[in-house]
């Protein structure tokens, strides 16, 4: 056998494997197409009024295609009304933070960073704190728009910190991950002095939204964590290429004509802010930013474009699995989901840790 026939027998043993590799992420995509249809028509069904899976969906399409759906006025009013804004928002939170985690891991080159480790979600806490306990608002209006703008404006005080270490020669992503961590502490350490002085009901208000919760969900707060969303998926999509050269590390992929920098700096600036908006609707849900990526990558490995797919689909399922928990599990006490994402989200992670392979593929 000559040196031309050993190459091309190699090359096609290489396509076929590719092949699979490609089929494989694919069929896990569309599986998790799949499953996050019946998981959301599974939570649209659950409640104290209690409807078939079929009824529900019923209920949702009849609004568009009411000459084909015939629901009954009380299925309609119910799914419209209370159940639809908290599943479209789960579905939407839950698919954004998980890109956003997926992105900083991915970007910091640590399988622990995401927003929540950049004190995202501690700058929120900070801000809602001062609405609710003090009464004071960034934004003029009610108390909800004032907790809500507080939130979302403190949040971004972490991401402007990040901004300056990147534009700073030699600010390496450790650097990057400790400064976030400490500005976790100095967050958390205001707002427990806060909840020192304040009273009950209000450290308890002040908890409960710490914790994080969907059952604000209302139809205006769904077309900004769409569109942040929207752009995250867009800006991951546009640097796939780029980041994904990124893993060899920040000299193989100058060398190759990434703008490393800039990269770094676009991907953490829609990470991170995407998370600062989600997280000022439903305060800081944690772990699905961390665990999403990482259940994606142990079965499709780790390139870009289809983990940041994968990851927006996984994590919009992992949010709606915890949120019927949260609400079935001592009906009709609804408990923080929250507290159930990262009561479940621990011990997956653990799982993962465990029979995590060598290498990735």
Same mark, same amino acid.
């Given at each position: 056998?000559?040196?031309?026939?050993?190459?091309?027998?190699?090359?096609?043993?290489? $396509?076929?494997?590719?092949?699979?590799?490609?089929?494989?992420?694919?069929?896990?995509?569309?599986?998790?197409?799949?499953?996050?249809?019946?998981?959301?028509?599974?939570?649209?069904?659950?409640?104290?009024?209690?409807?078939?899976?079929?009824? /529900?969906?019923?209920?949702?399409?009849?609004?568009?295609?009411?000459?084909?759906? +015939?629901?009954?006025?009380?299925?309609?009013?119910?799914?419209?009304?209370?159940?639809?804004?908290?599943?479209?928002?789960?579905?939407?939170?839950?698919?954004?933070?998980?890109?956003?985690?997926?992105?900083?891991?991915?970007?910091?080159?640590?399988?622990?960073?995401?927003?929540?480790?950049?004190?995202?979600?501690?700058?929120?806490?900070?801000?809602?704190?001062?609405?609710?306990? !003090?009464?004071?608002?960034?934004?003029?209006?009610?108390? +909800?728009?004032?907790?809500?703008?507080?939130?979302?404006?403190?949040?971004?005080?972490?991401?402007?910190?990040?901004?300056?270490?990147?534009?700073?020669?030699?600010?390496?992503?450790?650097?990057?991950?400790?400064?976030?961590?400490?500005?976790?502490?100095?967050?958390?350490?205001?707002?427990?002095?806060?909840?020192?002085?304040?009273?009950?009901?209000?450290?308890?208000?002040?908890?409960?939204?710490?914790?994080?919760?969907?059952?604000?969900?209302?139809?205006?707060?769904?077309?900004?964590?769409?569109?942040?969303? !929207?752009?995250?998926?867009?800006?991951?999509?546009?640097?796939?290429?780029?980041?994904?050269?990124?893993?060899?590390?920040?000299? /193989?992929?100058?060398?190759?004509?990434?703008?490393?920098?800039?990269?770094?700096?676009?991907?953490?600036?829609?990470?991170?802010?995407?998370?600062?908006?989600?997280?000022?609707?439903?305060?800081?849900?944690?772990?699905?930013?961390?665990?999403?990526?990482?259940?994606?990558?142990?079965?499709?490995?780790?390139?870009?474009?289809?983990?940041?797919?994968?990851?927006?689909?996984?994590?919009?399922?992992?949010?709606?699995?915890?949120?019927?928990?949260?609400?079935?599990?001592?009906?009709?006490?609804?408990?923080?989901?929250?507290?159930?994402? /990262?009561?479940?989200?621990?011990?997956?992670?653990?799982?993962? !840790?465990?029979?995590?392979?060598?290498?990735? $593929?």
């Amino acid at each position: 056998m000559n040196s031309n026939t050993k190459k091309e027998k190699h090359f096609e043993i290489e $396509q076929k494997k590719y092949r699979k590799i490609l089929i494989k992420r694919l069929l896990f995509i569309v599986i998790s197409i799949v499953l996050l249809i019946v998981v959301a028509g599974v939570a649209l069904s659950l409640g104290s009024a209690d409807m078939s899976f079929l009824d /529900a969906y019923t209920a949702a399409f009849a609004r568009f295609f009411p000459t084909w759906f +015939n629901a009954t006025p009380l299925a309609y009013t119910v799914v419209w009304t209370l159940r639809l804004p908290r599943i479209l928002l789960a579905i939407g939170a839950g698919a954004t933070l998980a890109m956003s985690g997926c992105s900083a891991q991915t970007i910091l080159r640590n399988p622990i960073a995401t927003p929540y480790t950049l004190g995202v979600s501690a700058g929120a806490g900070l801000g809602a704190a001062i609405g609710i306990i !003090l009464g004071r608002g960034l934004l003029s209006g009610n108390t +909800n728009l004032s907790i809500t703008g507080n939130a979302f404006i403190f949040s971004l005080i972490p991401l402007a910190v990040i901004l300056l270490l990147v534009k700073r020669k030699g600010a390496s992503s450790e650097t990057m991950i400790l400064a976030g961590v400490a500005m976790v502490y100095i967050f958390n350490a205001c707002t427990t002095i806060l909840q020192y002085f304040a009273d009950t009901n209000a450290v308890a208000a002040t908890v409960f939204w710490l914790v994080g919760d969907l059952s604000r969900a209302t139809w205006h707060q769904l077309p900004y964590v769409f569109g942040v969303m !929207l752009l995250c998926f867009g800006v991951n999509l546009w640097l796939a290429w780029d980041i994904n050269v990124m893993k060899l590390g920040d000299d /193989a992929a100058k060398s190759l004509g990434v703008e490393v920098d800039r990269t770094r700096r676009v991907s953490l600036v829609a990470a991170c802010l995407s998370t600062a908006v989600v997280v000022a609707f439903t305060g800081a849900i944690g772990f699905i930013c961390l665990v999403a990526p990482h259940i994606c990558r142990a079965f499709i490995g780790s390139d870009h474009k289809t983990l940041i797919v994968s990851s927006a689909f996984v994590g919009a399922i992992l949010l709606l699995i915890a949120d019927i928990f949260a609400r079935q599990l001592l009906a009709p006490i609804v408990l923080p989901v929250g507290a159930i994402t /990262a009561f479940l989200g621990g011990p997956l992670l653990l799982y993962l !840790l465990i029979k995590k392979r060598p290498s990735h $593929q």
